[in-house]
Nanobody
Framework: QGQLVESGGGLVQAGGSLKLSCAGSGRTFSMYAMGWFRQAPGKEREFVAAISRSGGSTFYADSVKGRFTMSRDNAKTMVFLQMNSLRPEDTAVYSC??????????????????WGQGTQVNVSS
């Protein structure tokens, strides 16, 4: 319960697209608000996007707004991050996280209980 596994990272040219997936486990997955965070080399982990338990509400960091879209499929216990118009500054390890006992996500890492190991995204110029 609470295990999260990301996939879908890779190398892409600037302007390209990638879709990240995060597979959860357990029957309580639909009870978790979810978030995506990223960490570039030498930088702090930063918030990217979050989605409510039902999937009806999302919000994004200003740096990705209009380019990234987060979604979820509770029946398949998965969340996704569609990333379009990628830029070199989007290069980072992307991790999904689960927030327990709240309907909506948060921009703060300390509000999340479960974390995946991350998937590397590299955007070349």
């Amino acid at each position: 319960q609470g295990q999260l596994v990301e996939s879908g990272g890779g190398l892409v040219q600037a302007g390209g697209s990638l879709k990240l997936s995060c597979a959860g486990s357990g029957r309580t997955f639909s009870m978790y608000a979810m978030g995506w965070f990223r960490q570039a080399p030498g930088k702090e982990r930063e918030f990217v996007a979050a989605i409510s338990r039902s999937g009806g509400s999302t919000f994004y960091a200003d740096s990705v707004k209009g380019r990234f879209t987060m979604s979820r499929d509770n029946a398949k216990t998965m969340v996704f991050l569609q990333m379009n118009s990628l830029r070199p500054e989007d290069t980072a390890v992307y991790s999904c996280a689960a927030r327990v006992a709240f309907r909506t996500g948060s921009v703060y890492t300390q509000d999340y209980t479960y974390w995946g190991q991350g998937t590397q995204v590299n955007v070349s110029s």
